[in-house]
């Protein structure tokens, strides 16, 4: 069993960066691979990006490219989230998932079966 726990969020001006960082506990993390996904007010979730179990393949969404960036350290048992040039649209709450995803589906909510409670990020003036 994982459990996941994401942190950093908060308020930040457009154009400002956020680091969050999702840490986990519980065996075989490092077998894991580990997405993003957000969900933002009146919207569903949605995926932002995703990184393998190696670190060495991300994968984003086209409305991050660029500007966010995925990380890992496995011997910190923790993901990072690096955001930058934030946008007003970028406002949502941002979920760390762990699974072990076939790379055909691996933007689908479904093959990501722990999750965390999410941290929200505010992107306003």
């Known amino acids: 069993q994982v459990q996941l726990v994401e942190s950093g969020g908060g308020l930040v001006q457009p154009g400002g960066s956020l680091r969050l960082a999702c840490a986990a506990s519980g065996r075989d993390f490092k077998s894991y691979g580990v997405a993003w996904f957000r969900q933002a007010p009146g919207k569903e979730r949605e995926f932002v990006g995703t990184?393998?179990?190696?670190?060495?393949?991300?994968y984003y969404a086209e409305s991050v490219k660029g500007r966010f960036t995925i990380s890992r350290d496995n011997t910190e048992n923790t993901v990072y989230l690096q955001m930058n040039s934030l946008r007003p649209e970028d406002t949502a709450v941002y979920y760390c998932?762990?699974?072990?995803?076939?790379?055909?589906?691996?933007?689908?909510?479904?093959?990501?079966?722990?999750w965390g409670q999410g941290t929200r990020v505010t992107v306003s003036s």
């Open positions: 990184i393998r179990v190696s670190g060495g393949s991300k």
């Open positions: 998932a762990a699974g072990r995803p076939i790379l055909s589906a691996i933007r689908e909510q479904r093959m990501y079966y722990h």
